[in-house]
């Protein structure tokens, strides 16, 4: 798969991951420490830009995510990412700042030094590469996970997502390789609508609420997300919808990477669990024995 | 619902605008043939005041003023569904961008100002710590909609699940990322 020899992987966690995203990071690097991968934080890591950025300014969104570009030049890493927001706004940076002589000019004015051929890859992608199975110390059978990628993970136009934009099978065969009972269900690339949550909230929860009835359709236990920003909204506004909605039960949201962390044989005290909104640990005691 | 009634004075076009917002979005406009994929992709259609795929042929005729005092591109969320599905290549969501920015330039009262109040917060936190500040960034935004109060249970549930942190993460190369403000003349987070 890689032409190039590998340079290490710097991790670049993102704002969300310090803060409302905690639980993210800290089974991100429960699963890397299970799995024996040194991965450093690329040292002095600004913020992407995310979904505000490109919203007032174009250079703007392409020299936020080009000074951690050129961190990791200057320090000879690639970049791993976890936030897919973030991936989605580097991978477009790293490629407009080959492609477009403007953008290129833009980041040279500001002051930034950075001449291409940063790799900037996603902990999903990188654990596809690993036989996960020979590695589970505790089997995810039985959990009934509904993956659900959201947008930005698989649509990066022009660049190509982690996977097919359409039907996404990465995170399936990671937490099927955990043993995790993968369901089939309509609803897995659907936008959650996060970035209105704060601004238009009738709006997100509408869009939260269509991907929630597609989960319980088909008999999910819990969902499974790679982007802080879903798994905030996804958790936040389910008070509001469930409601609206008529379910049961409210449906517990999971960053992949807590169960993968699981799986690996992480101790469930050190994946934030209880930091989540809306009750996991039903759905991870039958494991965590 | 959306209004979608045909304007009963011709509208005043800009012949020149459509290479304008293909120059500002990098994306050729005047390749869409106007088949509505965008329009049936986009999850927030229902709610835009000119649906996707009519903004692009807005902006083929030049009608400027029309298109800069819609709300939909600040609505568009940028999920991109548009762009991958589109036959013509053209990534709409760049052009909902390029759209919304050129009203920015233009100045006057935005139409969605809380929408943009928001990003501008977000960004008036980096621009002060060299990272996002979500606890600063919707206080701040909520103080400015007059919704504290309404929004003072989330952010409690928020603290209580430990979920917020309160003190900013500062970047030491603060100034390097201010200088990437300045570069576009944002300075500010403005």
């Known amino acids: 798969m890689q032409n190039a020899p590998a340079r290490p992987l710097a991790l670049y966690p993102g ?178 609508g996060a970035s209105l949550a704060a601004t238009a909230p009738d709006l997100a929860a509408d869009l939260v609420g269509r991907i929630l009835e597609q989960a319980h359709r088909a008999g999910a236990d819990c969902l499974a997300t790679a982007c802080p920003l879903c798994q905030l909204n996804l958790d936040l506004l389910q008070g509001a919808t469930s409601a609206r909605a008529g379910f049961e039960r409210p449906l517990p949201v999971v960053f992949f990477t807590q169960l993968t962390a699981l799986a690996l044989g992480a101790s469930p005290r050190r994946l934030g669990f209880g930091r989540h909104l809306v009750e996991v640990r039903p759905v991870i005691q039958a494991l965590a024995v | 619902m959306p209004q979608h009634e045909a304007p009963t004075q011709p509208s005043p076009r800009d012949s020149s605008w459509p290479l304008a917002i293909e120059a500002a979005s990098g994306e050729r406009v005047r390749l869409c043939y106007g088949c509505g994929v965008c329009t049936g992709s986009c999850p927030l259609a229902h709610a835009m005041d000119i649906l996707p795929s009519r903004l692009m042929k807005a902006v083929q005729l030049g009608l400027r003023e029309r298109v800069l005092e819609a709300a939909a591109p600040y609505l568009c969320v940028a999920c991109e569904t548009c762009a991958i599905r589109c036959p013509n290549g053209i990534d709409v969501a760049r052009v909902m961008d390029a759209v919304r920015q050129a009203s920015l330039a233009r100045g006057g009262p935005p139409p969605r100002a809380g929408i943009l109040g928001f990003h501008r917060w977000f960004l008036r936190t980096v621009w002060m710590f060299g990272r996002a500040h979500e606890g600063l960034l919707s206080a701040g935004h909520s103080l400015q909609q007059g919704r504290l109060r309404q929004d003072l249970a989330t952010g409690l549930a928020l603290v209580r699940h430990r979920r917020l942190a309160l003190l900013p993460h500062l970047v030491r190369g603060r100034k390097e990322v201010r200088r990437l403000f300045r570069t576009t003349g944002k300075g500010g987070g403005r």
């Not at chain 1, 992407?48 to 570009?69: K, M, Q």
């Open chain 1, 15 to 192: 704002c969300s991951l310090q803060s409302t995203g905690s639980p993210y990071l800290d089974s991100v690097r429960e699963t890397l420490r299970a799995l024996g991968m040194q991965v450093k934080e690329l040292p002095d890591w600004n913020c992407c830009g995310a979904s505000s950025a490109h919203f007032v300014d174009a250079d703007l969104a392409v020299l936020l995510p080009a000074r951690n570009l050129a961190i990791a030049q200057a320090r000879g890493t690639d970049v791993l990412t976890a936030c897919a927001a973030c991936h989605h706004r580097l991978v477009q940076a790293e490629h407009e700042l080959g492609a477009s002589a403007e953008a290129a000019q833009a980041a040279a004015q500001a002051g930034l030094a950075y001449g291409g051929g940063v790799r900037v890859r996603h902990l999903l992608s990188v654990l596809d590469e690993i036989d996960l199975s020979a590695r589970v110390r505790r089997s995810l059978a039985g959990v009934k996970v509904a993956c659900y990628y959201g947008c930005l993970l698989v649509r990066v136009p022009r660049c190509g997502g982690i996977d097919d934009a359409e039907n996404p099978r990465i995170m399936e065969r990671v937490l099927g390789s955990c043993g995790a009972d993968v369901v089939e269900w309509q609803g897995r690339t659907w936008c959650c």
